[in-house]
Every structure is written in structure tokens, then in C-alpha cells.
């Protein structure tokens, strides 16, 4: 037998990580779930003022996103540690970093694309006019995967703790912020019929930035964690 | 000189060499700081608009500073405890931790003080303070990380990882909710800023500075100490030192 070459292994994970997902769809639905119901307390917590909504809702979609993004965050590396096959990605002759980004990008695929789907229905709930949907649809497609590349490091530090959950908010809220500001504040100026070129020039070096440097802390803080 | 360091690496050698510095380090900063104090709060002048209650700066400028100092300090000792597996950056990045969360809260509560009468309230959502609680969140994530891991040394390596990702981000933090603010609501009340500073009242904040700094070294050799004791409880040389101190 062959050992696989770097891109065989890169979608066998890819293809194991989406197909496990598949199987446990209720895991799936549930982050979605979760990112329907917070943002629909909003206007019933604070007031149902069309204009109000209008103001605030790209940063209610926002944190609901963040929160949900972090709810999820824990099915990354939470089964695979379970059954040790994380123990086998760890000792596989592949940069462990490459293989750090399948997974991610499987997490994105599962949990950050149907919040890009769902988040139009959520515009509308809220207001947003249609400028500004666009904005949020580009926001989140290109927060979202930041969201999922720095709690992979989060997760990849606690995965072996039992009260992991709640260390795993502190650790990752805090480095969720920048995208929080950059991308609400986009959302909330192309509503206001100003130029968003600026803001979102920035979310995309926040994800060229995390796509280098994330993988290889989140393998490295595999590696601590696991030894 | 490279002996020296070399020497100093050995938490044998830290204890007895940091057992030295420690009272010297102390005498030094009891004396910055009553200098520093004497020439804020009786020397320096009374400010023409802010009147008395500016003094409180004297210890919160130099807090807000060592609350960013430490955590570079802290992310520094990582690296070479991650890269060169030396036990004693690990025990000094952990202890910086602590020290600089207890700066960053200090600066906090003291410019919510002094905002109360200056700005009217004790809290507004200015850049540099919002960034400042992040900071604090940072801080309080590093603890909390190490004191969930059982291991010692697992849990300095993991945190280390951590204080470094966080140096990535401490940059970002900071200019995103600067812009946020700017962007949103004006010009900041911020007036830290200028350094159109009497000189009478410079004095004293840098030798609060040099207090704080010497503040830190006492306090987190005394803190690594114990550190070092407890991690080589079962070792022979602190075997020995209990054994000639009972």
C-alpha cells in the first residue's frame, strides 16, 4: 500500500470530516438554530422600532454569529479526540498544518456557509435595507472563516480538558473582536450609504492573516495538548 | 557573561541569585516611589483644569504602561520557553501573567476613578479603555488556561501559545477599536495623548514608572520563587533548604 500524498490526505479529511457531519445533521442544525433564536430576542428584549432595528441589527446578527460560531466551535476536535483518531492525525507523516486546515475548513463548511445562507431571512427581520444585506453577506463570508480559524486554536488549547467549554469562551471571544468591529461596522456604513471598501479590505487581510498563521498554532497547540 | 545566563537558567541558581537581588530590588523601588509620590502629589503643580484629582495619573499612566510591558514580557519568556525548553521562561512567563492582570485592573480602576469626575461617568467606550479591558480578558484567559491543565509544564507551553497569539492580536485589538470609536462617534475625549506635560509633573510619572518597573521585578521573583520551589518540591537541593531552614 502507498502512503497518500498531501492532497489525497487533505480531502480524505476533508470528505470524513464533512460525511461524519452529515451523519449527526442534528449537530449541525443546532448552531443555526441557536443563531435564529438569539437574534430574534433582540427586537422582543429591546423594542420592535423598525428604525431602532434598522440601526442595530448588523451588530445583533453579528454577536449571534460570534456566539453561535463559538457554540460550535467545540465539534472540531471534540469526537476526534473521543475516539483517538486525532492521536492518528497527529502521528500521520503530513504537516500537521495542512491537515489543520481541512479540518477547518470543514468546520466553515458545516457551520459558517449556512449562516451565510440563513442571514439574508434574519436582514429582513431586522430591517436591514438592501445595500446593507449585501454588505453583511460579504462580512460573513469573509469573517466567518476568521471566526473558524482562531477558535481552532481555542479548541485545539482545551480539547483535552473536561470543563473545557467555558475556559474555551474566555480564550476566544476577546481575539474575536477585531472582526466583530470591522464587520458590523461595514454592515451599519453601507446602510448609511457610505463607502465599505475600507472595511472590508481589512476583514480580508484579518483572513489572509489568520489563514497563515492560525494552522500552525492550532497544530502546535495540538501537539502540547495531546503529549 | 554567557555563564552567567547559563547559571541563572538553573532553578537552583534563580533561588539563591534572585534571594540576593530581591532586598536590594525592594529598597530601590520603596525609594522611586517615595520620590515619586513626594514629587506627584506635594511638588508637582496643581493642574489648571483638572485641579487636584489629575494626581491620580501618577499611578495609573505607569499601570496602563506595564499592563502592555508585561504582556510582552510574558509572550517574550514564552517563546523561549516553547523554543528552548528553558523551565525557568516558562516559570517566569506564568508569574508575569498574574502581575500584569493585577496592572491592568489597577489602570482600569484608577481611570474610572478619575473619569467619575472628569468625564462624568465611570465608564465610557473609548478606544484606549476598551482596548484596555480586552487586554484584561487576554490576561484572564492565560490564567485561566494554565490553572485548568494539571501538568505543569504542559499548561506553561499552552499558555505560552496563547500570550502569543495574543501578541498577533493585541496590535489589531487595538486599532480596530480605535477606528470603531473614531468612525462612530467623533473625536475621543482621550486627552493622555499630548505630551505638552509640565515638566514638574513629568518628573514624578517616570519615577512612578521606574517604581512600577522595579515594582514588577520584586513581585515576580518572589512569585516565580515560589513557583520554582513547587515545581522542584521532590529534587534534592530544596530537599535540602527546608531541611536547613526547620
Given at each position: 500500500m502507498t502512503p497518500a500524498t498531501l492532497p489525497q490526505a487533505f480531502s480524505t479529511l476533508l470528505r470524513r470530516d464533512l460525511t461524519l457531519a452529515y451523519r449527526r445533521r442534528s449537530e449541525m442544525i443546532n448552531p443555526l438554530l441557536f443563531f435564529v433564536l438569539v437574534t430574534a430576542l433582540f427586537p422582543l428584549g429591546i423594542s420592535a422600532d423598525p428604525a431602532l432595528l434598522r440601526e442595530i441589527g448588523p451588530g445583533i446578527i453579528w454577536v449571534a454569529a460570534l456566539l453561535a460560531s463559538l457554540l460550535s466551535l467545540e465539534t472540531v476536535f471534540r469526537s476526534d479526540f473521543d475516539d483517538g483518531s486525532l492521536e492518528q492525525l497527529l502521528l500521520s507523516p503530513h504537516p500537521l498544518s495542512v491537515l489543520m486546515i481541512a479540518k477547518v475548513l470543514a468546520h466553515w463548511l458545516i457551520t459558517g456557509l449556512p449562516l451565510l445562507i440563513v442571514a439574508p431571512l434574519l436582514g429582513v427581520l431586522l430591517n436591514l435595507s438592501g445595500d446593507a444585506m449585501q454588505t453583511l453577506l460579504i462580512t460573513l463570508a469573509l469573517g466567518t472563516p476568521v471566526l473558524s480559524l482562531v477558535g481552532a486554536i481555542g479548541v485545539a488549547l482545551t480539547v483535552?480538558?473536561?470543563?473545557g467549554g467555558t475556559i474555551l469562551s474566555l480564550l476566544v471571544l476577546p481575539l474575536y473582536v477585531p472582526v466583530l468591529i470591522f464587520a458590523a461596522s461595514a454592515v451599519a456604513s453601507s446602510d448609511a450609504g457610505l463607502q465599505v471598501s475600507a472595511h472590508l479590505s481589512l476583514l480580508t487581510a484579518l483572513l489572509i492573516l489568520a489563514i497563515s498563521l492560525s494552522p500552525a498554532a492550532t497544530a502546535a497547540s495540538l501537539r502540547i495538548s495531546m503529549s | 557573561m554567557l555563564r552567567f545566563f547559563h547559571k541563572l537558567a538553573s532553578p537552583k541558581h534563580f533561588y539563591r541569585i534572585s534571594g540576593k537581588w530581591i532586598p536590594w530590588l525592594g529598597v530601590a523601588c520603596l525609594g522611586f516611589m517615595l520620590a515619586g509620590l513626594y514629587q506627584g502629589l506635594l511638588v508637582a503643580p496643581t493642574d489648571y483644569?483638572?485641579?487636584?484629582?489629575?494626581?491620580i495619573m501618577f499611578v495609573h499612566v505607569p499601570a496602563a504602561w506595564m499592563s502592555l510591558f508585561i504582556y510582552m514580557v510574558m509572550a517574550i519568556a514564552g517563546v523561549i520557553g516553547l523554543v528552548w525548553r528553558i523551565k525557568l521562561a516558562e516559570i517566569m512567563a506564568i508569574s508575569s501573567a498574574h502581575i500584569g492582570a493585577s496592572f491592568t485592573f489597577l489602570a482600569l480602576i484608577t481611570g474610572s476613578i478619575w473619569g467619575?469626575?472628569?468625564?462624568?461617568?465611570?465608564?465610557?467606550?473609548d478606544a484606549r479603555l476598551t482596548s484596555e479591558l480586552i487586554l484584561l480578558f487576554l490576561y484572564l484567559g492565560v490564567i485561566a488556561l494554565y490553572n485548568a491543565i494539571d501538568d505543569r509544564r504542559t499548561a506553561a507551553r499552552a499558555t505560552s501559545i496563547l500570550a502569543l497569539v495574543g501578541v498577533v492580536n493585541i496590535p489589531i485589538i487595538h486599532y480596530s477599536v480605535e477606528w470603531w470609536n473614531t468612525l462612530h462617534q467623533?473625536?475621543?475625549?482621550?486627552?493622555?495623548?499630548?505630551?505638552?506635560?509640565d515638566f514638574r509633573m513629568l518628573i514624578p510619572l517616570l519615577l512612578m514608572a521606574v517604581a512600577f518597573k522595579l515594582f514588577y521585578a520584586v513581585v515576580v521573583l518572589l512569585r516565580a520563587r515560589v513557583e520554582v520551589l513547587q515545581r522542584e518540591r521532590n529534587t534534592s537541593w530544596v530537599k535540602e533548604l527546608v531541611a536547613e531552614n526547620e
Open positions: 483535552g480538558l473536561r470543563k | 483644569q483638572q485641579g487636584d484629582s489629575y494626581r467619575k469626575p472628569m468625564w462624568g461617568s465611570w465608564w465610557v467606550w467623533g473625536p475621543t475625549v482621550t486627552k493622555f495623548d499630548a505630551p505638552s506635560i
